[in-house]
C-alpha cells in the first residue's frame, strides 16, 4: 500500500478528477446490464454500444440509446432534490462523503503558504453534487473557503475561463490586515445539468 504523508503534499499543487463514480447510489452510472455479443465476459456501457452502433452502420439506433441515456442519466441528475437527500437515509451518506471531502481541501489548503491556497477540482459528472455540498457546508458555517465555478454575475451568471485566475482575499475592518481565503476551482467539463442558458 503506498502511503503519503500529507506533510509532503501541502506546498504542491493539488488536483484532483471526480468521475462518474463518485455519486454512485444517488444515479446510475453509464454502465449497462447487457452483456457484448462479441464478448460474453464484458459488459456493455452507452458509449461503447454507441461505439458499436456506429461502426455497423445502425445509426438510427443513437436516437434511442440516447432516449435511454437521458431518461436513466441527465433527467435524475436534473430532478436532484438535496432536502430530500439530506433526509433519506440511504442518500444521506454519499452527500456528507462529498462534503467530508470539501472539508478536508479546505483544511489541507489553510496549511499551505499565503497566496497558494488553491487546489482544482474537474468532474466528467453532470450532477450538482459538489456545488450542493458545498452550498451546505457553507450553512453550517464551520469552514470557510472561497468556491471558485468560473462564473461571475449574480442574476445572469457568465461562465469564463479567465475568473479561474481570480483570488479571494479578505481585510480586517480598517483594511490593514489581509489574507486569503482557501479556493477551490471547480471546473465541470462537461457542463452541468443545473446550469440553464
Excluded at 444515479?27 to 455479443?37: E, G, H, M, P, R
Excluded at 457553507?138 to 468556491?147: A, D, Q, S
Excluded at 471558485?148 to 481585510?171: E, H, I, K
Aim: hydrophobic share 35%.
Amino acid at each position: 500500500m503506498l502511503h503519503i504523508p500529507l506533510n509532503e503534499i501541502y506546498q504542491h499543487k493539488l488536483n484532483f478528477l471526480i468521475g462518474s463514480g463518485a455519486p454512485y447510489g444517488l444515479f446510475d452510472t453509464l454502465w449497462l446490464a447487457v452483456k457484448d455479443s462479441d464478448d460474453a465476459s464484458k459488459s456493455e456501457t452507452i458509449e461503447t454500444l454507441a461505439t458499436k452502433f456506429e461502426r455497423l452502420g445502425k445509426n438510427k439506433h443513437h436516437g434511442l440509446l440516447f432516449m435511454y441515456y437521458y431518461k436513466k442519466i441527465i433527467e435524475p441528475a436534473c430532478k436532484f432534490n438535496m432536502s430530500a437527500c439530506i433526509n433519506n437515509p440511504s442518500e444521506k451518506p454519499i452527500i456528507e462523503n462529498y462534503k467530508i471531502f470539501l472539508d478536508s481541501i479546505s483544511r489541507v489548503l489553510q496549511q499551505k503558504k499565503a497566496f497558494q491556497r488553491r487546489c482544482n477540482i474537474f468532474t466528467t459528472n453532470y450532477d450538482g453534487c459538489i456545488p450542493f455540498s458545498e452550498d451546505e457546508l457553507i450553512k453550517e458555517g464551520k469552514v470557510e473557503f472561497y468556491f471558485n465555478d468560473g462564473a461571475s454575475g449574480l442574476l445572469a451568471r457568465t461562465l469564463s475561463a479567465r475568473n479561474f485566475n481570480n483570488y479571494m482575499c479578505q481585510s480586517g475592518i480598517f483594511g490593514k490586515n489581509s489574507s486569503d481565503l482557501p479556493q477551490i476551482n471547480f471546473i465541470n467539463l462537461h457542463g452541468s445539468v443545473y446550469w440553464t442558458k
